[in-house]
């Protein structure tokens, strides 16, 4: 396993939730960035949500607003993303991925800033 792995994926129908595990080994989550990335069959991949661990500072894609919810445990070392009100259009394999350090207090959802990825979970909403 790398310094990052993925948890929480599975089936849900639409309308149910999620909550998605991003744990981290080997970093103190002090100054870092995690960004939830996703990717759904034939579709490029996306940014869901990213959070800044020094001012815990959170952003969301417009797609996701007021449904995901980013947040950081330190003392357990792991990112979460709680998903409410699931959509088909959700479906998809997610990723977290880390930057560190990250001593910004916004967050960014380029992929190519962040350095440690892990291997995704993959959630499916259907009926």
């Known amino acids: 396993q790398g310094p990052v792995v993925e948890s929480g994926g599975g089936l849900v129908q639409p309308g149910g939730s999620l909550r998605l595990s991003c744990a981290v080994s080997g970093f103190t989550l002090d100054y870092y960035a995690i960004g939830w990335f996703r990717q759904a069959p034939g579709k490029l991949r996306e940014g869901v949500a990213c959070?800044?661990?020094?001012?815990?500072?959170?952003h969301y894609a417009d797609s996701v607003k007021g449904r995901f919810t980013i947040s950081g445990d330190n003392a357990e070392n792991t990112v979460y993303l709680q998903m409410d009100s699931l959509r088909p259009e959700d479906t998809g394999v997610y990723y977290c991925?880390?930057?560190?350090?990250?001593?910004?207090?916004?967050?960014?959802?380029?992929?190519?800033?962040?350095?440690?990825w892990g291997q995704g979970t993959q959630v499916t909403v259907s009926s």
């Open positions: 991925a880390l930057r560190y350090p990250w001593y910004d207090n916004s967050c960014t959802d380029d992929a190519s800033e962040y350095t440690y």
């Open positions: 959070i800044s661990g020094r001012s815990n500072f959170a």
